[in-house]
């Protein structure tokens, strides 16, 4: 566990979210009386079926969407869902790379500086850094055509960095990676997350990857998306190919996947 | 990799299917050569046969000049008519571009205007769409009633044709920017016209472009159309005007050199419009990308 975690988790929730509920204008009722506590400095993993409001959670403590009931609470003593994101110091890596086609490298990290008013000299330093620490230095001049799918992805994960957010939210951002990829990103994931100590909230469909990366699980069911689980993975970082073929990780990866089926059991047993 | 190559047969199996890939390969790039020379070659060519064919026409049968002139007569008089035929031509291409300028600047000006205000678009968007559908050749002469300056008239007119393709395409890139970039905006906390510039300008570029294509062709003939409208002449006359003219005086071929100086013109704008698009979408634009595969 981080450094950061180890020293705040007594304190009070990053973010908790009390009785969430979420009703979209068309009536489907995506999610119902969701109950979160985020630790700062953990490494969540959102786990559920397709349908099961994972995105809708993320979007709504990202301040992208609201709440139709319940109520949002940071440790700042902020309630949301009205708050700025700005003011809460969030990043958010989508499952496309969604970079700007007609901007290099750099332009695409420089984003979010520049919409605060930093000129391209001033940048500069943080944008290289952002590009050091997924390993494309190199790239600064390239356009995004011209990256593989997983270097697109790297530098959409820098531009999330680059502002050096207290919380990562991350929707599905692998998902459409290879897994040699897939794998080598996991693991620059959780370097960078052990290094920098912020907090990540990852939504996977994956049993295996959300066992790897994260300290905790939480598992959703689908209509209405409620928590069903909540497990904690208590095996030590940093993690690696050991970790994956380790009998502790079959383990959580059996219990994952059975909650995970008895969440979909339920939903389909509930509702025809 | 390494057992690939200890294993008996396949190095060979490989080499053979490498020279029949080969092979196909060297086809293919020779199709694509003998295209891109036919591409050039066929248009030309049928071009000059059909002027030969033509020339031949006319002085075999005797056709008379006042009624079908024979080309080299036409290119005579392209060039002995210059002095008259390149004024006209400057006046055209003055009103031309200045509308098209004026298209880009309105019709852009409005599309952000509409992308801003659902208000402003809901109340002013039927009325660009009654602009455009009604022909200009029956709003031209009411046009020229009301304004007094001949200029502002032909002005106005090839505005209307022109401005149409720039709203409807640049009110559609701006609406088409992704909507996670725009999610990630928000996110970040961009001002309207931070994401404005920032995104939907670039999104709507491509989009642009298309529309200026359209409109580029679409003035000159708003001018020509507005110039035939507006009839009498005296200085500062047009191309239309002279075309007008020398038909009331049966020179057919001055007609015909017109009319040639009209397409050229109208092929050299949609060329420009297209470099120019090129330029601005070759780094990074689907459209204007050479792909190695
Ligand atoms: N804008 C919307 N309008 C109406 N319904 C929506 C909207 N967005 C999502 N939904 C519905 O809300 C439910 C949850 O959607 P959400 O996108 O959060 O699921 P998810 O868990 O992220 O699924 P996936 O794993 O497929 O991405 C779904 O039933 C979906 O149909
Ligand atoms: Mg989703």
Redesign the pocket.
């Given at each position: 566990m981080s450094l950061a975690a180890e020293a705040e988790i007594s304190q009070a929730p990053l973010v908790s979210l009390r009785h969430i509920g979420?009703t979209?204008?068309?009536g489907?009722v995506?999610?119902h009386d969701m109950s979160l506590d985020i630790q700062s400095g953990e490494f969540v993993s959102l786990l559920?079926?397709?349908?099961?409001?994972?995105?809708?959670?993320l979007?709504i403590i990202a301040g992208l969407g609201h709440a139709t009931t319940g109520r949002m609470t940071w440790a700042d003593g902020e309630n949301g869902p009205a708050a700025n994101a700005q003011d809460h110091h969030i990043s958010f890596v989508f499952?496309e790379p969604t970079l700007m086609p007609w901007a290099t490298v750099f332009g695409n990290v420089w984003l979010p500086l520049r919409l605060k008013g930093a000129t391209k000299a001033e940048a500069r330093d943080r944008v290289m850094e952002a590009l050091a620490m997924v390993g494309l230095e190199a790239f600064e001049t390239a356009y995004p055509r011209e990256l593989s799918g997983g270097m697109k992805m790297r530098v959409s994960i820098a531009r999330a960095l680059v502002t050096q957010p207290r919380l990562l939210l991350m929707?599905?951002p692998f998902a459409a990676l290879d897994e040699i990829t897939r794998f080598k990103l996991n693991n620059d994931l959780l370097d960078l997350w052990q290094r920098f100590g912020f907090t990540v909230i990852f939504?996977t469909?994956s049993v295996f990857e959300s066992v790897y990366l994260s300290n905790r699980i939480v598992v959703?069911a689908?209509?209405p998306?409620r928590v069903v689980e909540d497990i904690p993975v208590n095996a030590p970082y940093p993690r690696g190919d050991e970790f994956r073929t380790s009998e502790t990780y079959n383990a959580f990866c059996r219990t994952a996947s059975e909650s995970l089926h008895a969440a979909m059991a339920g939903s389909e047993d509930g509702h025809g | 990799m390494a057992d690939l190559t200890t294993s008996g047969p396949a190095p060979n199996l490989e080499t053979a299917s490498q020279a029949v890939a080969d092979e196909k390969e060297l086809a293919r790039a020779a199709r694509a050569r003998r295209d891109r020379i036919a591409r050039w070659v066929l248009p030309v060519l049928t071009m000059v046969l059909t002027i030969l064919g033509w020339e031949y026409l006319v002085v075999a049968n005797e056709i008379p000049h006042y009624i079908l002139p024979r080309p080299s007569l036409v290119l005579e008089t392209l060039v002995k008519d210059w002095p008259i035929l390149s004024a006209a031509l400057l006046v055209t291409l003055k009103i031309t571009f200045g509308a098209l300028a004026i298209a880009v600047v309105g019709g852009v000006g409005l599309a952000i205007l509409f992308s801003m205000s659902k208000w402003v678009e809901m109340s002013f968007y039927p009325y660009a769409i009654i602009l455009q559908v009604t022909p200009i050749i029956v709003i031209a002469p009411l046009i020229f009633i009301y304004v007094d300056s001949k200029i502002a008239g032909l002005l106005i007119c090839a505005w209307i044709v022109a401005f149409f393709p720039i709203l409807s395409n640049t009110t559609l890139g701006l609406n088409s920017a992704d909507h996670n970039l725009r999610n990630l905006m928000e996110l970040y906390g961009a001002s309207e016209r931070q994401t404005l510039w920032h995104l939907k300008l670039p999104s709507a570029l491509p989009f642009f472009l298309g529309g200026l294509k359209i409109a580029g062709g679409l003035s000159l003939i708003g001018a020509i159309v507005a110039e035939f409208v507006a009839g009498t002449g005296g200085v500062g006359s047009g191309l239309a005007f002279r075309i007008l003219e020398a038909s009331y005086r049966l020179n057919i071929p001055r007609m015909f050199a017109a009319i040639i100086l009209i397409s050229f013109t109208g092929i050299l704008i949609f060329a420009a419009m297209s470099l120019l698009s090129h330029l601005l979408l070759r780094k990074w634009h689907e459209s204007a990308l050479k792909r190695e595969n």
């Open positions: 979420k979209f204008s068309n489907t995506a999610l559920g079926p397709s349908g099961c409001g994972k995105s809708t959670v979007r499952q929707d599905e939504v469909h959703m689908a209509r998306g | -």
